[in-house]
């Protein structure tokens, strides 16, 4: 294979955008939704979307289940209609919904009961494991693209849209944070292809590097000393986890985009099979991400918690207090690493 052919778009993939863009026709308004607290590929597909679909006469506007993170506000623009403050009633001015970066209809939050009721044509764009209820019918969903932003730029390609300089840096955006900025297992040739080909298209690698990862605000590196002191490890099984407590980002003045990256930290721990990070919500919920450094299936171990994700990366929301959840996932964790 040489390298021009790693743009290649694959044939399925090819297939499945023909019959997305059967939906997509100029002068429908089109409303685009990622998860719940939306992160760089979430924000990064959709701002892309939105810019691509109005070149082709669409008119696109974001509805998002929670607020659109402030790190990720360079990535909207004037010509981005961002329409979350508006809720659920925003969905039914809409002849198409585009949901992305989702497989399971849950992952909506407060949209999901409108979204599940909706009569119009209800399009997924997703690169996660299958879920039981999936948000649409008309799916491009790879778990072998590295990103959803990857699949939005084969999009582009195949319907013969501009990657503009803002369509770049949003997809751009998209791989380099779903990758953990190109380290990850999911992080292909292609993926470095589609990179090169975005930097050609304008994006600057530095600014990049600064607007998402060097423009913290202190109370990050506050929240994370304090997370650092609740490093838990059981050498023995290979589990390693973090966790913060309720009320812990109000204390630091940070939003919750400000925990990204934490489980990384556990992760990074020598011998660790599993890493866990445990986000007590304050409300008897606990949100729980799952890390898998090697042969670990998150996915199936978060699906006993009624969550999941990827193989290597998935997230549950579990019913409890901090320490009731810490201590049933860790020892669920210790069954699950003694059977694979
Ligand atoms: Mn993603």
Redesign the pocket.
């Known amino acids: 294979m040489t390298l021009a052919d790693l743009l290649d778009v694959a044939d399925h993939r090819r297939a499945d955008i023909e019959r997305l863009a059967a939906e997509l026709q100029p002068g429908r308004r089109v409303a685009l939704a990622t998860h719940i607290n939306a992160d760089g590929?979430g924000c990064g597909s959709g701002t892309a979307l939105a810019r691509l679909l109005a070149q082709r006469g669409m008119r696109p506007y974001i509805v998002n289940p929670t607020p659109w993170p402030g790190m990720y506000d360079f990535l909207l623009g004037s010509d981005v209609a961002n329409r979350t403050i508006e809720g659920a009633g925003a969905l039914r001015d809409a002849d198409v919904l585009l949901v992305h970066?989702i497989s399971d209809v849950k992952r909506l939050g407060v949209l999901a009961d409108t979204v599940r009721t909706l009569k119009i044509p209800r399009l997924v764009i997703d690169?996660h494991l299958p879920s039981d209820e999936p948000p649409g019918e008309i799916t491009l969903a790879d778990t072998s693209a590295c990103?959803?932003g990857e699949l939005v730029y084969d999009l582009a390609v195949t319907l013969g849209l501009e990657i503009t300089p803002a369509v770049a840096g949003s997809l751009y955006a998209a791989i380099l944070t779903?990758t953990g900025g190109f380290r990850f297992s999911n992080t292909t040739p292609r993926c470095h292809a589609i990179a090169a080909a975005l930097l050609a298209a304008g994006v600057d690698p530095e600014e990049m590097y600064t607007r998402i990862y060097a423009s913290a605000p202190i109370g990050r590196l506050q929240l994370l000393g304090e997370a650092l002191e609740t490093l838990g490890i059981d050498r023995e099984h290979g589990i390693t986890w973090i966790s913060v407590a309720a009320g812990a980002l109000e204390r630091h003045e940070v939003r919750s985009e400000d925990l990204d990256g934490i489980v990384e930290h556990a992760r990074s721990v020598s011998g660790t099979r599993l890493a866990l990070f445990f986000r007590d919500l304050g409300h008897g919920k606990v949100k729980v991400s799952f890390r898998s450094t090697g042969v670990v299936d998150v996915n199936a171990f978060a699906r006993q918690f009624g969550g999941g994700g990827h193989a290597k990366a998935s997230g549950a929301l579990v019913t409890g207090s901090l320490e009731e959840v810490r201590d049933r996932v860790i020892s669920a964790a210790r069954a699950h690493l003694a059977a694979s």
């Open positions: 590929d970066d690169h990103a959803t779903d």
